[in-house]
């Protein structure tokens, strides 16, 4: 089963950046720093820390360049400049890390077009406590996860954490039953 690619090099996760910066683009879509940073969260190829060291490098060498948006605020888009660069450079990018990228996005795009949200809250059951987390669209679960335990404070302390990382515990869930993840098993 194929497993998820985990970028480190300081120079693919430009390339990386670039590309999605291209991906948005094609798409049509506007990019402010953080529906990138979500993207970035979401898809979890790149930590966040090495994300915004390779972003600020893209803008300070001109890679990128920022404009105002239609709605306001700072956008960024790809520049001529970047454009050559994953023109010339594109398949540095493992084909999986390209694939997952385009997947990854259209799944975000999707799910903020539906009105996605998060949610999770802990109900009192038999005598314990039940944690329900889900991802919820149009009024429908997407995905749910139910978890039972007679301690309401370690259902606490993952709710904290789901409300924190939910993008990350959904992608991770669906990645282990769509076997793009199997590192867990």
């Known amino acids: 089963m194929p497993r998820r690619t985990v970028i ?6 430009k390339l990386y950046l670039l590309y999605l910066f291209r991906l948005f683009e094609k798409l049509g879509q506007e990019v402010d720093f953080d529906t990138l940073s979500e993207v970035i969260m979401w898809e979890g190829a790149v930590n966040h820390f090495d994300f915004s060291e390779a ?3 893209l803008l300070d060498n ?16 790809i ?14 990018l493992l084909a999986d ?14 799910y903020k ?29 997407i995905v749910s996860v139910n978890l039972y335990s007679d301690n309401k404070q370690y259902l606490e302390k ?24 199997d590192f867990l098993l």
């Open 97 to 110: 890390v390209r694939e997952n990228t385009m997947r990854a996005l259209m799944r975000f795009i999707s």
């Open 55 to 57: 972003f600020a490098n």
């Open 62 to 77: 001109e890679a990128i360049v920022s404009y105002e948006g239609i709605k306001g605020g700072e956008c960024y888009i």
């Open 158 to 181: 993952i709710s904290i954490n789901f409300s924190s990382n939910a993008e990350k515990v959904i992608n991770t869930i669906v990645g282990v039953l769509t076997g793009d993840i």
């Open 8 to 13: 480190t090099e300081k120079n693919e996760i």
């Open 113 to 141: 077009k539906d009105g996605s949200v998060y949610s999770n809250k802990i109900v009192e059951e038999n005598g314990g406590w039940r944690l329900k987390c889900a991802l919820r669209a149009k009024g429908k679960d």
């Open 79 to 92: 520049s001529e400049k970047g454009n050559i660069i994953i023109d010339n450079m594109a398949d540095v």
